[in-house]
């Protein structure tokens, strides 16, 4: 299965260290952030997800849940929240972490090649493309994908900010310009009319003939 952007995810169901759900039942009516990795107990791995525990409110308010996934246990998973939390500063790893040991959800994620297995004595090499970003919003489609390598740690502090950009762009229909954060004029789609614009905006900056910014209504 190839998952892309504006997919309907897979209703897969999931057994995690908080219990067994489906994936649709999880995302419910808000967003998720779906994140995995290729092996509980490895270094650059661990960072992430106490940077994940750490924004534990942040997500809050966006009505995001965290997911993570790993192709590890549960009983590893559970063991594995105990250095995350130190990583963490004692910030709680509240969030459920996915056991994908035989790597279905990884593969129907597109994350592992469909012949991939996982080998005895492996390492954090043979799942290493299992390192990726999903946003999922309440529609069960996937918004956004990272993909990251194995010896660069991700940046939560873009995933919120990214987060925040498809949230504005769902509710506002409009785009958000390169470096946008919250506060910052955001751009009118080019199948918004000059009349449209005007109503829904007021004022509004034409840069170029297609592209025109504008402050969101308040």
């Not at 759900?21 to 990795?37: C, P, R, T, Y």
């Not at 965290?66 to 004692?90: A, C, F, N, Q, T």
Request: proline residues 6%; charged residues 25%.
């Amino acid at each position: 299965m190839s998952l892309r952007i504006n997919d309907t995810i897979p209703d897969l169901t999931v057994e995690t260290d908080a219990g067994t759900f489906s994936l649709h039942e999880f995302v419910g009516d808000g967003w998720a952030i779906f994140f995995s990795h290729p092996k509980d107990f490895t270094p650059v791995c661990t960072t992430e997800f106490g940077a994940v525990a750490q924004l534990a409110d942040e997500w809050a308010k966006r009505n995001t849940k965290p997911l993570g996934i790993s192709v590890d246990s549960v009983d590893d998973h559970r063991k594995w929240k105990s250095d995350i939390e130190v990583v963490s500063k004692g910030a709680k790893a509240g969030f459920p972490i996915v056991a994908d040991s035989d790597l279905a959800v990884s593969k129907a994620f597109d994350m592992l090649p469909a012949e991939a297995y996982l080998p005895d004595g492996r390492t954090p090499n043979d799942t290493a493309t299992v390192r990726a970003v999903y946003i999922i919003g309440p529609d069960k489609k996937v918004k956004l994908i990272m993909t990251y390598p194995m010896n660069v740690g991700r940046n939560f502090a873009e995933v919120l900010r990214a987060l925040d950009g498809l949230q504005t762009a769902a509710e506002y229909g409009v785009a958000t310009p390169a470096n946008w954060t919250v506060g910052d004029d955001v751009v009118i789609p080019a199948t918004v009319s000059a009349e449209d614009a005007a109503n829904r905006f007021g004022q509004y900056q034409t840069v170029l003939p297609y592209l025109r910014m504008a402050k969101l209504p308040s």
